[in-house]
Nanobody, 128 residues
Protein backbone atom coordinates (compact mmCIF):
# COMPACT_ATOMS: atom_id res chain seq x y z
CA UNK A 1 0.00 0.00 0.00
CA UNK A 2 0.98 3.60 -0.67
CA UNK A 3 -0.42 6.56 1.21
CA UNK A 4 -0.53 10.00 -0.42
CA UNK A 5 -1.08 13.29 1.41
CA UNK A 6 -1.49 16.56 -0.49
CA UNK A 7 -0.95 20.04 0.87
CA UNK A 8 -0.60 23.58 -0.40
CA UNK A 9 -3.97 24.43 -1.86
CA UNK A 10 -5.72 27.72 -1.22
CA UNK A 11 -7.19 30.87 -2.67
CA UNK A 12 -5.17 32.98 -5.10
CA UNK A 13 -5.90 35.77 -7.55
CA UNK A 14 -5.67 35.22 -11.28
CA UNK A 15 -2.07 35.49 -12.42
CA UNK A 16 -0.78 34.28 -9.07
CA UNK A 17 1.09 31.13 -8.09
CA UNK A 18 0.67 28.17 -5.77
CA UNK A 19 2.78 25.12 -5.04
CA UNK A 20 1.17 21.82 -4.14
CA UNK A 21 3.01 19.02 -2.41
CA UNK A 22 2.25 15.32 -2.28
CA UNK A 23 4.06 13.20 0.28
CA UNK A 24 4.10 9.45 -0.37
CA UNK A 25 4.65 6.79 2.28
CA UNK A 26 4.47 3.02 2.44
CA UNK A 27 5.62 0.78 -0.43
CA UNK A 28 6.90 3.63 -2.55
CA UNK A 29 9.48 1.47 -4.31
CA UNK A 30 6.65 0.14 -6.50
CA UNK A 31 5.67 3.55 -7.84
CA UNK A 32 6.14 4.02 -11.60
CA UNK A 33 4.33 7.31 -12.21
CA UNK A 34 3.11 10.05 -9.91
CA UNK A 35 0.43 12.28 -11.31
CA UNK A 36 -1.82 15.20 -10.58
CA UNK A 37 -5.46 15.29 -11.62
CA UNK A 38 -8.12 17.88 -10.96
CA UNK A 39 -11.86 17.96 -10.76
CA UNK A 40 -13.99 21.07 -11.01
CA UNK A 41 -17.63 21.12 -9.86
CA UNK A 42 -19.88 19.35 -12.33
CA UNK A 43 -16.96 18.15 -14.44
CA UNK A 44 -15.08 14.91 -14.81
CA UNK A 45 -11.70 14.39 -13.24
CA UNK A 46 -9.02 15.40 -15.72
CA UNK A 47 -5.32 14.76 -16.16
CA UNK A 48 -3.00 17.64 -15.34
CA UNK A 49 0.55 16.29 -15.27
CA UNK A 50 2.63 13.23 -14.42
CA UNK A 51 6.22 12.32 -13.73
CA UNK A 52 8.03 9.04 -14.03
CA UNK A 53 9.31 8.23 -10.57
CA UNK A 54 12.60 6.87 -11.86
CA UNK A 55 14.22 9.09 -14.42
CA UNK A 56 11.92 12.06 -13.97
CA UNK A 57 10.36 12.27 -17.43
CA UNK A 58 7.38 14.61 -17.30
CA UNK A 59 4.07 14.88 -19.14
CA UNK A 60 1.55 17.73 -19.24
CA UNK A 61 -1.96 18.42 -20.38
CA UNK A 62 -2.05 21.08 -23.09
CA UNK A 63 -4.10 23.36 -20.85
CA UNK A 64 -1.25 23.72 -18.33
CA UNK A 65 1.87 23.47 -20.50
CA UNK A 66 4.20 26.37 -19.87
CA UNK A 67 2.41 27.35 -16.65
CA UNK A 68 2.65 24.28 -14.40
CA UNK A 69 5.74 22.30 -13.48
CA UNK A 70 5.85 18.91 -11.82
CA UNK A 71 8.96 17.82 -9.94
CA UNK A 72 9.96 15.22 -7.41
CA UNK A 73 12.31 14.74 -4.51
CA UNK A 74 12.99 11.03 -4.31
CA UNK A 75 14.78 11.35 -0.99
CA UNK A 76 11.66 12.85 0.55
CA UNK A 77 9.23 10.73 -1.47
CA UNK A 78 7.48 13.95 -2.40
CA UNK A 79 6.10 15.32 -5.65
CA UNK A 80 5.49 19.01 -6.21
CA UNK A 81 3.22 20.92 -8.55
CA UNK A 82 4.29 24.48 -9.14
CA UNK A 83 1.40 26.41 -10.66
CA UNK A 84 2.10 29.82 -12.17
CA UNK A 85 -0.06 32.26 -14.13
CA UNK A 86 -3.15 30.73 -12.60
CA UNK A 87 -6.50 31.27 -14.27
CA UNK A 88 -10.03 31.05 -12.86
CA UNK A 89 -10.55 27.92 -14.97
CA UNK A 90 -7.81 26.22 -12.94
CA UNK A 91 -10.16 26.22 -9.96
CA UNK A 92 -10.70 22.62 -8.87
CA UNK A 93 -9.88 20.01 -6.30
CA UNK A 94 -6.41 18.73 -7.13
CA UNK A 95 -5.58 15.10 -6.48
CA UNK A 96 -2.22 13.42 -6.28
CA UNK A 97 -2.10 9.83 -7.50
CA UNK A 98 0.35 7.01 -8.08
CA UNK A 99 0.64 4.20 -10.59
CA UNK A 100 2.02 0.98 -9.20
CA UNK A 101 4.23 -1.13 -11.42
CA UNK A 102 5.32 -0.73 -14.99
CA UNK A 103 3.19 0.74 -17.76
CA UNK A 104 3.84 3.08 -20.68
CA UNK A 105 2.13 5.63 -22.86
CA UNK A 106 -0.54 8.27 -22.66
CA UNK A 107 -3.16 5.67 -21.85
CA UNK A 108 -1.21 4.90 -18.73
CA UNK A 109 -0.01 8.15 -17.20
CA UNK A 110 -3.01 10.26 -18.31
CA UNK A 111 -5.81 7.87 -17.42
CA UNK A 112 -7.27 8.16 -13.94
CA UNK A 113 -8.42 4.55 -14.08
CA UNK A 114 -4.83 3.42 -14.37
CA UNK A 115 -3.81 4.95 -11.03
CA UNK A 116 -3.76 2.69 -8.01
CA UNK A 117 -3.47 5.16 -5.14
CA UNK A 118 -5.04 8.56 -4.51
CA UNK A 119 -4.68 11.36 -2.05
CA UNK A 120 -7.62 13.09 -0.39
CA UNK A 121 -7.43 16.16 -2.62
CA UNK A 122 -6.71 19.81 -1.97
CA UNK A 123 -8.84 22.76 -3.09
CA UNK A 124 -7.37 25.37 -5.40
CA UNK A 125 -9.50 28.45 -6.02
CA UNK A 126 -8.45 31.16 -8.45
CA UNK A 127 -10.40 34.40 -8.27
CA UNK A 128 -10.78 36.73 -11.23
Amino acid sequence: QVQLVESGGGLVQAGGSLRLSCAASGRTFNIYYMGWFRQAPGKEREFVTAIRWSGGRTYYADSVKGRFTISRDNAKNTVYLQMNSLKPEDTAVYYCAAVRDYCVGYGCYASSTRYDYWGQGTQVTVSS
